[in-house]
């Protein structure tokens, strides 16, 4: 039983328009929400996070919105570029888990030029 | 500043072999992770440790062992490899603190093939 859900495998996007990633989790205790990227031969880097606490953060090119009530959190990267184009994976933490994390299947953006 | 590395970054055994793959932090972090990364799956966990000789299953533990004797080294072995261990396995490292901050730092990654 997948607690973390990304339902869209892949995303196309031109070069300079949005990007706008999504996931959804299923357990309410899931107190925090990281995304990280992901280039092929490489290990997944750390992007972005946000607190339950919280409803958006930003950084740069990218947003991250997270909508409780539906247990949903999205990606936005404007503009896109072609160094974007990677796999994106987001990722959540349980409460009273320590810093262990649940990961989705993951995403992979391609931006055109 | 070598951060999180791993070997090898490639390996190729036969079904049966024993085989460790090796993941090495200089950051000191409290915790440690192995990932196994398959098509359709994700990211999921197969063993972490929150601090030294602390060692706790993930998601999808059978068939790997792991330990932990020094705060900077966490290594994981296939006991008798199987073909639906071919893989490729990151090994990441976190931070323990009181609040916030749970990012992991992941390491190259290991590709595994069993034949």
């Known amino acids: 039983d997948q607690q973390v859900k990304q339902n869209s495998p892949s995303l196309s996007v031109q070069e300079g328009r949005i990007s706008i990633l999504n996931c959804d989790y299923t357990n309410s205790m899931f107190d925090y929400f990281l995304w990280y990227k992901k280039y092929p031969a490489e290990g997944p880097t750390f992007l972005i996070s946000i607190s339950s606490i919280k409803d958006k953060n930003e950084d740069g090119r990218f947003t991250v919105f997270l909508n409780k009530s539906a247990k949903h959190l999205s990606l936005h990267i404007v503009p896109s570029q072609p160094g974007d184009s990677a796999v994106y994976f987001c990722a959540a933490r349980l409460k009273a888990a320590g810093n262990k994390l649940t990961f989705g299947g993951g995403t992979r953006v391609l931006v055109k030029p | 500043d070598a951060g999180i590395t791993q070997s090898p970054r490639y390996k190729i055994t036969e079904t049966g072999r024993q085989v460790t793959l090796m993941c090495h932090q200089t950051?000191?972090?409290?915790?440690m992770f192995w990932y196994r990364q398959d098509l359709g799956h994700g990211l999921r966990l197969i063993y972490y440790s929150a601090a030294a000789d602390i060692t706790d299953k993930g998601e999808v533990p059978d068939g790997y062992v792991v330990s932990r004797s020094k705060t900077e080294n966490f290594p994981l072995t296939l006991e008798s490899a199987t073909r639906s261990q071919t893989s490729v396995y990151f090994c990441?490292?976190?931070?323990?603190?009181?609040?916030?901050?749970?990012?992991?730092?992941f390491g190259p990654g290991t590709r595994l093939t069993v034949t």
């Open positions: 950051w000191s972090h409290s915790y």
């Open positions: 990441a490292s976190s931070e323990s603190r009181a609040q916030g901050g749970y990012e992991q730092y």
